[in-house]
Nanobody, 124 residues
Framework: QVQLVEFGGGLVQAGGSLRLSCAGS????????VSWFRQAPGKEREFVSS???????FYADSVKGRFTISRDNAQNTVYLQMNSLKPEDTALYYC??????????????????WGQGTQVTVSS
């Protein structure tokens, strides 16, 4: 079992950058595919990005070219570097982990573990 905690959210102006961290404890994150989801008020939770246990990365079209997902196994942490932020990126960002899966990762119901979320607010 793994516990996930997100860090790094905050308030930033449009065009700015933030780096979110998803820190794992209890088990190494290297055996999990880890994804970032976000949820804005009144909207459904949406997929943002994944990094699989096998090393593949996936991005939603809305963030492709602006966000980069990576992992540091020594730190047991997955990062989401967010550049060129837009007001529509404003949401509560969650990380989630699942074992033995490296496809179909955009479906939030597949995940076994979730963090508590970190708020990202982008002002115009």
């Amino acid at each position: 079992q793994v516990q996930l905690v997100e860090f790094g959210g905050g308030l930033v102006q449009a065009g700015g950058s933030l780096r979110l961290s998803c820190a794992g404890s209890g088990r190494t994150l290297s055996v999990y595919s880890v994804s970032w989801f976000r949820q804005a008020p009144g909207k459904e939770r949406e997929f943002v990005s994944s990094i699989t246990w096998s090393g593949r990365n996936f991005y939603a079209d809305s963030v492709k070219g602006r966000f980069t997902i990576s992992r540091d196994n020594a730190q047991n942490t997955v990062y989401l570097q967010m550049n060129s932020l837009k007001p529509e990126d404003t949401a509560l960002y969650y990380c989630a982990a699942v074992t033995n899966r490296d496809y179909g990762l955009g479906n939030p119901t597949l995940y076994d573990y979730w963090g508590q979320g970190t708020q990202v607010t982008v002002s115009s």
